[in-house]
């Protein structure tokens, strides 16, 4: 899933809905040697990361950087 990221973000992608015309491409697909996900597909995916509780405290303007204790270094 990853690797369709970054092919997106190389080819020039501008939001997720645009990796169904990378997926439609079947030169890349060949080239990649597997049919890329549907955009649905990698929007369930980047969603699967959003843990909502860890929003709860962000200020309502500028940047939030949540913290989560199970990435904390010992």
Same mark, same amino acid.
């Given at each position: 899933?990853?690797?369709?990221?970054?092919?997106?973000?190389?080819? =020039? =992608?501008?939001?997720?809905?645009?990796?169904?015309?990378?997926?439609?491409?079947? =030169?890349?697909?060949?080239?990649? =040697?597997?049919?890329?996900?549907?955009?649905?597909?990698?929007?369930?995916?980047?969603?699967?990361?959003?843990?909502?509780?860890?929003?709860?405290?962000?200020?309502?303007?500028?940047?939030?950087?949540?913290?989560?204790?199970?990435?904390?270094?010992?």
């Amino acid at each position: 899933m990853i690797e369709t990221f970054i092919l997106l973000s190389a080819l =020039g =992608g501008e939001n997720i809905d645009d990796v169904q015309h990378i997926r439609d491409d079947a =030169g890349l697909a060949g080239i990649v =040697g597997y049919k890329l996900p549907a955009p649905e597909t990698a929007r369930q995916w980047l969603d699967s990361f959003h843990d909502e509780t860890l929003m709860l405290n962000r200020p309502m303007q500028g940047s939030f950087i949540p913290l989560n204790p199970n990435l904390w270094l010992v």
